[in-house]
């Protein structure tokens, strides 16, 4: 079969892409681009490069910024977030797809909506809504946790599980706003202060949205929505965006956390695990405590029985017995001893009477004279003449006085 001499010219893949390639970098207008999306598949590896997606709601550019740029990069990047890329269009020949090179990366809106924002931040912070002394504290163990935020969004859906894995005691009540667009401001003042005319208010409110872009987030950069923030009576924390998404309304609220979740755990310092650990230990507490009270008690009891059985009148009369017996046998030795005494004296005095009388006297050889006529005792010679009458110790006998001696 004969070649059409019409065929069409044949490319390897190698030609076409080279000359894909040298048609994009030879057009000024791909060369210098700025495009605006959203980061995704964010992805740094050792190398120090970075490799992205832009995507916005219909198409999606693979990018990449090499080292050296990267290095000079300020703007956090982070999944989801909106920015405006700058670089060059070009063709990865290895990969058969066309991609952007990135020199320069700007958060979305950092122009006007920015420049706003730090308006707005500095005026409220003149008026003293931004204050610390104005912050009020996080209860530990909230009964009710209001929430504000979207009844379809993933922040509710985030915030619901931890709270239900937390804490699934706490009673929580929804107050629901749109987070994003005109209708959002008035919807979350008026969410705010429904939670707070509540006869039962809930003791914290969580006002929570998912990540975005500048423009996405403006509802919680509204001067209404910080000024119902501020004057809540309930101490409030936010969690809108991401780790560094900060708003307005994050400034004014009690206590900022970086995303819904970490709000709905910020809310619940004290986890049910821990409730149960103070339970237990509360438990263990008041056991000792009620057997050492129960131990006080018994001594109490066994100490009043004891004085009972000391004062009871059985052992007074049981113990006066006692003492009379006591009492009676030690007058009985006292009198025994008294006796002996008086005995011992009285014999004493019977031996001193019998040494002294005249019969013991007699009965050694002495007699008593003594004069017939007249009884008198014979003392002297001159006393004794005519009859006399001597006594011995046997008897006694009359004489007569012959002869007077002689007186010395």
């Known amino acids: 079969m004969q070649p059409s001499l019409f065929a069409s010219v044949q490319w390897t893949v190698s030609g076409l892409t080279k000359h894909i390639r040298d048609a994009l970098e030879s057009d000024a207008e791909l060369q210098d681009v700025w495009v605006q999306g959203e ?9 120090g490069h ?17 080292r050296t740029n990267a290095g000079r990069q300020v703007v956090a990047l982070e999944e989801g977030t909106a920015a405006v890329v700058h670089g060059k ?6 990969g058969g797809q066309y991609q952007l090179y990135a020199d320069q990366i700007r958060p979305a809106g950092e122009g006007a909506l920015y420049q706003e924002f730090l308006r707005l931040k500095a005026a409220l912070e003149a008026e003293g809504l931004f204050a610390a002394e104005r912050k009020r504290p996080i209860p530990e163990l909230p009964r009710r946790i209001g929430v504000v935020t979207s009844p379809t969004g993933a922040a509710l859906r985030d915030v619901l599980n931890t709270l239900g894995r937390r804490l699934p005691l706490a009673e929580v ?22 939670l707070n005319a509540l006869r ?22 509204d001067e209404r929505v910080v000024r119902a923030v501020a004057a809540s009576a309930i101490p409030i924390i936010s969690g809108v965006g991401h780790e560094t998404d900060f708003t307005l309304a994050d400034f004014a609220a009690d206590l900022r956390a970086p995303t819904p979740t970490a709000a709905a755990e910020l809310a619940t310092p004290i986890r049910v695990l821990d409730l149960q650990a103070n339970l237990e230990a509360a438990r263990t507490q008041m056991e000792t405590s009620a057997l050492a009270v129960l131990g006080d008690y018994r001594n109490a009891i066994l100490a009043a029985m004891q004085d009972l059985r000391f004062q009871s009148p059985i052992r007074r009369i049981q113990s006066g017995r006692q003492q009379v017996d006591d009492l009676a046998h030690r007058a009985a030795a006292g ?19 019998v040494a002294l009388s005249p019969l013991e ?28 009458q001597v006594r011995v110790s046997d008897g006694e006998f009359g004489a007569r006085v012959l002869e007077q001696g002689k007186t010395k």
């Open 361 to 388: 006297v007699l009965a050694r050889g002495y007699a008593i004279v003594t004069r017939q006529s007249d009884g008198k005792v014979v003392r002297k010679v001159a006393d004794a003449h005519d009859a006399i």
């Open 89 to 94: 269009i070009g063709v990865y020949e290895a």
């Open 39 to 47: 980061i995704s598949n964010l992805s740094r590896p050792s190398s």
């Open 335 to 353: 009198q025994v001893h008294a006796l002996a005494i008086v005995k011992s004296e009285l014999l004493g005095m019977d031996r001193r009477l």
């Open 200 to 221: 039962r208010a809930p003791d914290v409110i969580l006002l929570v949205r998912g990540g975005g872009s500048i423009e996405d987030l403006w509802a919680f950069n």
């Open 50 to 66: 970075i490799y992205f997606t832009l995507k916005d709601a219909s198409a999606a550019l693979r990018c990449v910024m090499w």
């Open 173 to 194: 009540l929804l107050a629901t706003s749109a987070v994003q667009g005109e209708d959002a401001p008035p919807g979350l003042v008026d969410a705010i202060a429904a």
